[in-house]
């Protein structure tokens, strides 16, 4: 892979967040994605994937990141459902105002 850094495109009529990265032929490779449902200003996080092939770099760390920081942007609040967003948050207290009460 020519770099380890995803970028992370909102895909809104999917209620999805895709994250990509740029392989050695300068093609855009997806990572993963996180899907959510939205009920107006609370965003439940549903689903959190990186593909096998991805695995054990940080990739999904860096995705949810990417997604909290965007509900935070967008005044929301998180409902987390995934496993996964679960267990991040419970590791960044930082993002613990953002949990739907």
């Known amino acids: 892979m020519a770099d380890g850094?995803?970028?992370?495109?909102?895909?809104a009529e999917r209620?999805?967040?895709?994250a990509d990265i740029t392989g050695?032929?300068?093609e855009q490779l997806e990572v993963g994605y996180v899907d959510y449902?939205?009920?107006g200003d609370r965003v439940a996080l549903t689903h959190t994937v990186v593909y096998e092939r991805f695995g054990g770099r940080g990739?999904?760390?860096d995705l949810v990141k990417y997604v909290l920081d965007d509900v935070r942007t967008n005044n929301q609040t998180v409902?987390?459902?995934c496993s996964y967003v679960v267990k991040y948050l419970e590791k960044h207290p930082e993002y613990s105002d953002l949990v739907a009460s």
Do not use: C, M, N
Not at 15 to 18: A, K, L, S
């Open 24 to 26: 050695d032929d300068g």
């Open 59 to 61: 990739f999904a760390a």
């Open 15 to 18: 209620e999805r967040y895709r």
């Open 37 to 39: 449902t939205q009920d």
């Open 79 to 81: 409902v987390p459902v």
């Open 5 to 11: 850094t995803i970028s992370v495109k909102h895909l």
